[in-house]
């Protein structure tokens, strides 16, 4: 590490802690030069998560993207802002581990799952964003599928 103060290349680390919640590290460092000391951040490189779109285009995966997707679906629901964001990393966890790259169905689909268990209203909202339904009839034909697939279904323990 080049010390920014006499340029030279030769320190030494003197202290070394874990910074932002583990995902990155913060190192004192003294230079071997002019003695001056200085601190360094170092943070593990994050692989590049894909979300692959309809028209075969990739971008990269936006978790601001998503949660005001999620927020305008929600908006007067059950569903609140914190439930939101934990909703958000929930599926870029989940996404993470099945990419490098998801699909933007993919992504409907994971949040559909989730917002089915949660609230009807924000679920056919979302629902008619994503499928891009165009009429009531779209929507009736939801409704019933919705009814079906969430009919007395226990939710497992500890959820
Ligand atoms: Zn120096």
Known sequence: MRCPYCRADDDKVVDSRSADGGGAVRRRR????????????????????????RSGHTELFDPAKLSAGLEHAVAGGAVDRGTVGMLVSEIE???????????????????????????????LRFASVYKGFEGIADFEREFVELQKTTAPKPRPAGS
Do not use: M, N, Q
């Open 30 to 53: 003294e230079c071997l030069a002019c003695g001056r000391r200085f601190t360094t951040h170092e943070r593990i490189d994050e692989v590049a998560l894909l979300v692959r779109k």
């Open 93 to 123: 966890e989940e996404a993470r581990a099945s990419g490098p790259e998801v699909s933007t169905e993919w992504i409907g689909r994971a949040v559909l799952e989730r917002l089915r268990v949660l609230d009807a209203v924000s679920y």
